[in-house]
């Protein structure tokens, strides 16, 4: 009976043992593949810390754009330059405020949908760089899309300043992919490929901006974007 009892945990044990070992493997190949797929996208620095996320577990889902501008422009402050962010109007929040040494303007328009937004929204926006370009040296607009295109149409107004463009995404949904879609994309994009720098966060993002003709010497990839 005692035997027969050591023998069965025996056996018990080694079963738990097994299991174990086929658990762990199966979660090193999963590692492997994730591992994988954040070399091969480059991004490897999109969070600074591991294995936790920005100090915790479930970092709130913030904006990653908004986050990045946010980041980037005090940084930018930190080291003496003066940073102005253009952003949309919100219903009561301040047209103009001051915060951390950054100056932040919410003027831009965006009235009604479709072309009535977006004449409201590249109206405002080309309004406000015709009388203040002389202020700044770089010109950062956020995603290839409506902004961008708007400093692409004002180039030859802006005294040649230096327009770097910061991608938003890649892929179907991403920021080529929409203006691609998009019935003035054969009249938009000739006019986007003559500004100055595109910052893209992988090869993947790169190689779309390739396919669709953009010069190489123009597409810096960087993995957090800054």
């Known amino acids: 009976m005692v035997d027969g009892?050591?023998?069965?945990?025996?056996?018990?044990?080694l079963i738990h043992m097994y299991r174990f070992a086929q658990l762990t493997a199966v979660a090193t190949f999963l590692l492997l593949i994730a591992g994988g797929l954040v070399t091969s996208t480059g991004s490897g620095l999109a969070v600074p810390d591991w294995p936790l996320s920005y100090g915790t577990l479930f970092p709130p889902m913030v904006g990653g754009t908004e986050q990045q501008a946010k980041h980037l422009a005090i940084s930018l402050a930190a080291h003496g330059h003066q940073v102005d962010v253009l952003t949309l109007r919100q219903a009561g929040l301040p047209a103009h405020e001051e915060t951390g040494g950054i100056r932040v303007f919410r003027i831009l328009r965006g009235r009604g949908r479709g072309v009535l937004f977006v004449a409201s929204y590249m109206g405002?926006?080309?309004?406000?760089?015709?009388?203040?370009?002389?202020r700044y040296e770089i010109v950062q607009p956020y995603f290839?899309?409506?902004?961008?295109?708007?400093?692409?149409?004002?180039?030859?107004?802006?005294?040649?300043?230096?327009?770097?463009?910061?991608l938003g995404g890649g892929g179907p949904g991403g920021d080529l992919a929409r203006l691609q879609r998009l019935h003035v994309s054969w009249a938009a994009l000739p006019l986007l490929k003559r500004l100055d720098r595109f910052i893209v966060v992988s090869q993947q993002m790169r190689q779309e901006l390739l396919a669709a003709g953009f010069d190489s010497a123009r597409i810096a990839v960087i993995p957090n974007g800054v």
């Open 5 to 13: 009892f050591g023998k069965a945990r025996k056996q018990s044990e």
């Open 124 to 134: 405002s926006l080309a309004w406000f760089l015709l009388r203040d370009h002389r």
């Open 144 to 166: 290839l899309f409506w902004e961008a295109l708007t400093l692409a149409m004002l180039r030859p107004w802006l005294g040649g300043k230096a327009v770097v463009v910061r």
